[in-house]
């Protein structure tokens, strides 16, 4: 099975902050990565297909990139409502599986 | 617009099964496949397996093969996922998520409002 290692796990940023998230699976998985956000007691929201395509709705200061191996999440400008947890997942393989996640906190 | 309802909150004896149901609405049944994830309390989210709706075919991760089951009922757009032999640690939040894309997997645009299973004796 494919494992899938995020980084960092946690970090502290403050509002406008750039923001970088880390997802490297244990083998090559193409372009076939994606991201969620989840908020306490809420279902997670797809964020980003394809390791860099965003979902309807989601706003441009959320960007993906990556393949293979190394893949980024960026939150440009970190806004209010961005305090959130973040997983990614791949889809390459039928057996699908998550990050561990990377919960981002206000400093 | 799509819709995900899932069962109520259930308590379980450890040793005992707990099924739960997703009914979906919204969009075509059996042209997208259905997921099943889990959240334990304070934990990460961790994928269990699919269904194919319109095959019944399925696919399960490697913790849980033996003790899950994915079933469908097309005549009512609604899919099940049974997991059997209970313990403590499979309490958690269960979730349904539909695919995203048409007959494939390739992530999850869509989630049921999750069903808590409590497991104690």
């Known amino acids: 099975d494919i494992q899938m290692t995020q980084s960092p796990s946690s970090l502290s940023a403050s509002v406008g902050d750039r923001v970088t998230i880390t997802c490297r699976p244990s083998?090559?998985?193409?372009?076939?990565l994606n991201w969620y956000q989840q908020k306490p007691g809420k279902a997670p929201k797809l964020l980003i297909y394809?390791?860099?395509s965003l979902q309807s709705g989601v706003p441009s200061r959320f960007s993906g990139s990556g393949s293979g191996t190394d893949f980024t999440l960026t939150i440009s400008s970190l806004q209010p409502e961005d305090f959130a947890t973040y997983y990614c997942?791949?889809?390459?393989?039928?057996?699908?599986?998550f990050g561990g996640g990377t919960k981002v906190e206000i400093k | 617009q799509v819709q995900l309802v899932e069962s109520g909150a259930e308590v379980k004896k450890p040793g005992a099964s707990v099924k739960v149901s997703c009914k979906a609405s919204?969009?075509?049944?059996?042209?997208?496949?259905m997921h099943w994830v889990r959240q334990a309390p304070g934990q990460g989210l961790e994928w269990m397996g699919w269904?194919?709706?319109?095959?019944?075919?399925?696919s399960y991760a490697q913790k849980f093969q033996g003790r899950v089951t994915m079933t469908r009922d097309t005549s009512i757009s609604t899919a099940y996922m049974e997991l059997s032999s209970l313990r403590s640690d499979d309490t958690a939040v269960y979730y349904c998520?539909?695919?995203?894309?048409?007959?494939?997997?390739?992530?999850?645009?869509?989630w049921g409002q999750g069903t808590l299973v409590t497991v104690s004796s």
């Open positions: 083998q090559s998985i193409s372009s076939y």
């Open positions: 998520a539909r695919d995203r894309r048409l007959r494939a997997v390739a992530g999850i645009d869509y």
């Open positions: 997942q791949q889809s390459y393989s039928t057996l699908v599986a």
């Open positions: 919204g969009y075509s049944f059996t042209s997208y496949y």
């Open positions: 269904i194919n709706p319109n095959s019944g075919g399925t």
């Open positions: 394809a390791a860099s």
